[in-house]
C-alpha cells in the first residue's frame, strides 16, 4: 500500500477508490468516487446544508464534528457519542436503512482559507461498511486515520466521525437509539 505515496495529489484519489474497489470486490455502481462538476455541486449543497459559516474563520465541514455544525442543523443534533472507530459502524443499519445509498466524504484536512482537502464518494450502506473495516484495518490504506461524515443524499442528516471518536449526528429521519448507551450530549 505504499504505492500511492510516489502519486500526486490529484491521482491519489483515483488510487484510493481502486485500492477500495479492488480490495472489496465492490462494483463501481456501488461505491465510486463523484467526478469533477458532480463533486463540486454536492460538496457545496452539503456545506450550504451543514457547515457553520457563523464563525469567523468561516469553516467548510473541516472538524465541523468537533466544532459544531451549522445553527440550524443543530436544532436537529441527535447527539454526539463515544465509539469504538474500528466497529461503531456495524450499527449502521439500525441507524439508516440497509439499502440507503448516501455520500461518505473523507476529511483529509485544511481548511475555509487554505482550502479544504475532501474526498467524496458515494456508496450503498452494505459497500461503506465493507470499506469502513478495511479502512480502519488499514490506517485508512496508510493515510492515518482521518475524520470522516456519512450524509443521507437528500442532505436530510449528516453523520461525523472525529478523531477523538466521537460520533456526531445531526438531521432528521435518522435513529440513533442504538448508540444511546454510549450518549455524551443530547440538545
Not at 9 to 31: A, G, M
Amino acid at each position: 500500500m505504499k504505492k500511492q505515496r510516489h502519486l500526486s495529489n490529484k491521482n491519489l484519489i483515483y488510487w484510493f477508490e481502486n485500492e477500495i474497489i479492488e480490495t472489496c470486490h465492490f462494483s463501481k455502481s456501488r461505491f465510486h468516487k463523484l467526478r469533477n462538476q458532480q463533486w463540486k455541486n454536492i460538496y457545496q449543497k452539503i456545506t450550504e446544508t451543514f457547515a457553520d459559516k457563523t464563525k469567523t474563520w468561516k469553516n467548510g465541514l473541516h472538524w465541523a464534528n468537533t466544532n459544531g455544525y451549522s445553527p440550524k442543523s443543530m436544532k436537529y443534533l441527535l447527539g454526539c457519542y463515544p465509539v469504538d472507530c474500528a466497529t461503531w459502524f456495524y450499527h449502521l443499519p439500525q441507524i439508516i436503512p440497509n439499502d440507503t445509498m448516501v455520500y461518505f466524504l473523507i476529511d483529509r484536512g485544511g481548511d475555509w482559507h487554505t482550502g479544504e482537502h475532501v474526498w467524496l464518494f458515494e456508496s450503498y450502506l452494505p459497500e461503506l461498511i465493507k470499506a469502513l473495516i478495511l479502512l480502519n484495518k488499514t490506517a485508512f490504506l496508510d493515510f492515518g486515520f482521518l475524520d470522516y461524515y456519512i450524509i443521507s443524499k437528500k442532505f436530510k442528516w449528516i453523520m461525523g466521525l472525529n478523531h477523538h471518536d466521537i460520533i456526531s449526528i445531526v438531521g432528521k429521519d435518522c435513529i440513533s437509539d442504538c448508540l444511546l448507551p454510549h450518549k455524551i450530549n443530547n440538545k
